[in-house]
């Protein structure tokens, strides 16, 4: 494929700045890059944010909703698995919590738990039938947390999602406490069974998956804010799972 600049609706890489890349494929107009420095994988030039919100409705959430019972028992799984190795207690955020099944299971376990959701038919569904207080319907960006509020944030299959891959984890960094945990599970471009042919794979999904990962673009987009790896899990799917540690003390 022909390489190709930045014009005016296209975005430089946002994990090393660059502003050249590789066309690798199209997919429902949408063209599928590789950039030259990095090979940060995305969907450049964006859809704009009227097009990537319009994926998330009240139909999306619902395959999320039949499947509550199984739901709440792996996410409980999870936040004991962020117990027993990094944060026994504290406030955690759920950052696109859906329906609030992590939310419940971090109550459950003691946690003061929170979570921020664009969908509001899933809100409806964790506050009505969950019971679940600390939910907010929109951004992360724009809820005003306080600094330093949260001792856990989790980012399950929401990164590859969002509209701007650096103003989120900047404001992640703002209101994680210093030596807190950011877990994150996005798709993973490297893994063995990810397919050569990418155009093939199953998580390529034009204006909803944004963004591609492989684990050091993943490490470097966090350093860049200040973030070490405190830990990465061994997947048997093409899936990242990486946890990220606030220093104590800015480096």
């Given at each position: ?12 890489c ?10 690798l ?9 590789s ?8 969907i450049n ?7 990537i919100t ?14 509550a019972d ?6 409980s ?7 027993r ?16 099944f992590v939310?419940?299971?971090a109550?459950?376990r ?8 664009v969908?509001s ?41 969002v509209?701007?891959?650096n103003?989120?984890i ?12 950011v ?31 492989s ?25 990242l799972?990486?946890?990220?540690e606030k ?5």
């Open positions: 494929m022909d390489n190709f600049s930045t014009a005016l609706d296209q975005i430089a946002p994990v090393c700045g660059n502003d050249e890349f590789e066309e494929f199209s997919k429902h107009d949408e063209i599928f890059a950039c030259n420095v990095c090979t940060f994988i995305l030039p964006p859809p704009n944010l009227e097009t319009a994926t998330y409705d009240a139909d999306y959430s619902q395959t999320y909703i039949r499947k199984k739901k709440l028992k792996r996410c799984g999870w936040v004991a698995r962020v117990q190795r990094f944060v026994t207690s504290g406030r955690w955020l759920d950052v696109g919590c859906s329906a609030g939310v419940r299971a109550a459950d003691g946690f003061e738990a929170h979570g921020v959701e969908e038919a899933a809100i409806q569904y964790g506050r009505e039938v969950l019971q679940l207080e600390n939910l907010r319907c929109g951004f992360l960006e724009d809820q005003g947390y306080p600094d330093s509020y949260f001792d856990v944030i989790s980012l399950y299959d929401v990164i590859e999602h509209p701007n891959l103003r989120l900047t404001e992640v960094g703002r209101i994680l406490t210093p030596g807190g945990v877990e994150i599970r996005t798709p993973n471009v490297d893994h063995w069974s990810t397919p050569r042919d990418l155009s093939t794979w199953k998580e390529i999904k034009p204006s909803e998956h944004l963004y591609y990962f684990f050091p673009t993943l490490k470097t987009l966090l350093e860049n804010h200040g973030f070490n790896v405190r830990y990465k899990r061994l997947m048997l799917k093409s899936a799972n990486v946890y990220f220093p104590t003390t800015p480096t």
